[in-house]
């Protein structure tokens, strides 16, 4: 199974910009689809983005398109989230997720519900202030 750590969360400001990194070890990082969810206080955890074992193929959550982009760098093992215009609705704890699936036709739902995923992050805060 593959071993995830995200690093990257913070306290910014609305309007601001963060990266998150979650960075895998323990398998063939390009043998698996890598996404994003996160979870707010008190809400369920959501999907946001999924990305392709090539990186060639992006899935987004639709309140998500356009701020946040997902990319992946095979040679350092790492997915990351571009997030930009961050609002305080933004603020959750955001894991990464591994899993053989592709983001792709049927696969997207497994994506979209993040359920059965090989592999998951401890999770890092993001806190959006207004």
């Known amino acids: 199974q593959v071993q995830l750590v995200e690093s990257g969360g913070g306290l910014v400001q609305a309007g601001g910009s963060l990266r998150l990194s979650c960075a895998a070890s323990?398998?063939?990082?390009?043998?698996?689809?890598m996404g994003w969810f996160r979870q707010a206080p008190g809400k369920e955890r959501e999907f946001v983005a999924a990305?392709?074992?090539?990186?060639?193929?992006?899935y987004y959550a639709d309140s998500e398109k356009g701020r946040f982009t997902i990319s992946r760098d095979n040679a350092k093992n790492t997915v990351y989230l571009q997030m930009n215009s961050l609002k305080p609705e933004d603020t959750a704890v955001y894991y990464c997720?591994?899993?053989?699936?592709?983001?792709?036709?049927?696969?997207?739902?497994?994506?979209?519900?993040?359920?059965?995923?090989?592999?998951w992050g401890q999770g890092t805060l993001v806190t959006v202030s207004s």
């Open positions: 997720a591994a899993d053989p699936t592709q983001p792709v036709g049927t696969g997207r739902n497994n994506w979209r519900r993040g359920k059965a995923l090989d592999a």
């Open positions: 323990g398998r063939t990082f390009s043998n698996y689809a």
């Open positions: 990305i392709s074992w090539s990186g060639g193929s992006t």
